[in-house]
């Protein structure tokens, strides 16, 4: 037997608990991985709390929970040539990575740089994959200039500075806790709420021209407000928007493996940071989840098995 965070009712972090199950194997074209970091998002809290329009209906119980994981690879199925066992992986299965062992695909996988820490890899399939197609769908150049709102989470704090890699001057909102931390990345921080079109234009004072949408309608409603068409603000907050003015919700379903590891590569080399908000135990992941929905995290929050 096995360990796996399960849920067998829709609520609050409290349904989260850590249950004996048969242990996996890889079959055919598949891998297992041995986790060691599992790292958790929104969008999990939004399943199992019944929030994401993807629930009630889809969710059999007991159901598992996680994406995001990096692990060793210790056991390889027939016809996989691509891993060996004791290689070094990070990847993503939805509502399985929370476990002691995961087992996909072995396409699905990437390896992990040496350079990238395990609590960085542990956190970086969905956040990474969703900040890589967000960015891409824009087409940034040196003549944008785009607001990034939750520019210190998990995918905004990777988004902004994919954003400024396109040569694109980057405008973030968060918390004024976080913006010394914003300037040192070279993002110019603006504080959300009432007021931050015009906080904006005194940084900006001709506009936006794009924006990614980390937040919600505060963010798109600005965003038009100072200039940016429709079409080049992408939400993966606000999917109302998409049908009442016309925004794009690109995210991780944009991104491809490959580009999952050349974003890898960069964070190894340092090129992108990628903050570790805090490290919880496995056996904390209820703990882990609240500390995520209180939200202003600096980055990713990660579980260590």
């Known amino acids: 037997m096995t360990r796996r965070v399960t849920y067998s009712q829709l609520g609050g972090p409290e349904v989260l608990t850590i249950s004996e199950v048969p242990e996996p194997h890889a079959g055919a074209g598949e891998v297992r991985v041995r986790v060691k970091f599992a790292g958790i998002n929104p969008f999990d809290a939004k399943v199992f709390s019944g929030g994401a329009t993807s629930t009630p209906q889809n ?28 290689d070094e992986v990070l990847g993503g299965k939805g509502f399985s990575a929370q476990a002691d062992y995961v087992v996909v695909p072995e396409r699905k996988l990437v390896r992990k740089p040496a350079s990238l820490s395990w609590e960085q890899a542990g956190g970086l399939d969905i956040a990474g994959r969703t900040a890589w197609a967000s960015v891409e769908s824009l087409s940034l150049t040196p003549a944008d200039t785009v607001l990034v709102s939750a520019a210190a989470g998990g995918v905004g704090v990777i988004a902004a500075q994919l954003a400024k890699l396109k040569g694109a001057k980057v405008i973030g909102s ?24 015009e906080r904006i234009l005194e940084i900006s004072p001709e506009g936006i021209t794009a924006a990614l ?26 999917y109302a928007a998409l049908k009442e003015y016309g925004t794009t919700g690109v995210g991780a379903a944009g991104a491809t493996p490959d580009d ?35 939200g202003h995290s600096r980055g990713k929050i990660v579980l260590s098995l």
């Open 174 to 197: 968060a918390s004024a806790s976080n913006h010394e931390f914003l300037q040192s990345l070279g993002i110019h921080p603006v504080t959300y709420g009432e007021g931050m079109v």
């Open 213 to 238: 949408d980390n937040n919600g309608r505060e963010t798109v409603d600005a965003a038009l407000a100072l200039g940016a068409p429709a079409d080049r603000i992408n939400s993966i907050a606000d």
């Open 260 to 294: 999952l590891a050349a974003l890898s590569a960069l964070v190894a080399a340092g090129t992108v940071q990628v903050p570790i908000d805090s490290v919880f135990p496995f056996e904390q992941v209820s703990e882990a989840y609240a500390k995520l929905i209180q």
């Open 59 to 86: 969710v059999t119980f007991p159901n598992g929970n996680g994406n995001d994981f990096a692990g060793v690879v210790d056991e390889v199925g027939d016809g996989v040539a691509r891993w060996a066992l004791g």
